[in-house]
Nanobody
Framework: QLVESGGGLVQTGDSLRLSCAAS????????MAWFRQAPGKEREFVAA????????NYADSVKGRFTISRDNAKNTEFLQMNSLKQEDTAVYYC?????????????????WGQGTQVTVSS
């Protein structure tokens, strides 16, 4: 089970830190990722991290502003979001998969959280 938290309403330029808490004792065996979905749009890739945390992958739209990380001892994944823009407004989903790849497509992830809303106002 994946449970996201940390979403909210912020202004352009602000920061937010999302968390994804995972149940179970095998968190370190899963590649993790964040996706987001804005109203009327398809779910899109944001960032992914390897099982050890040593490798990361970002969408071009968030490179340099967002940072993905994980704490395997605490079964938690994070997404630090800085310099937020209105176009970052979306529901953010945590995703996990036991495969080695930390890919950037929805189909590559088997498990999903329920999502947390992030709204960036001007």
């Amino acid at each position: 089970q994946l449970v996201e938290s940390g979403g909210g309403l912020v202004q352009t330029g602000d920061s937010l830190r999302l968390s994804c808490a995972a149940s179970g004792r095998t968190f370190g065996r899963y590649a993790m990722a964040w996706f987001r979905q804005a109203p009327g749009k398809e779910r899109e890739f944001v960032a992914a991290i390897s099982r050890s945390g040593g490798m990361k992958n970002y969408a071009d739209s968030v490179k340099g502003r967002f940072t993905i990380s994980r704490d395997n001892a605490k079964n938690t994944e994070f997404l630090q979001m800085n310099s937020l823009k209105q176009e970052d407004t979306a529901v953010y989903y945590c995703a996990a998969d036991p495969a080695h790849n930390f890919g950037n497509t929805v189909e590559e992830y088997r498990y999903w959280g329920q999502g947390t809303q992030v709204t960036v106002s001007s």
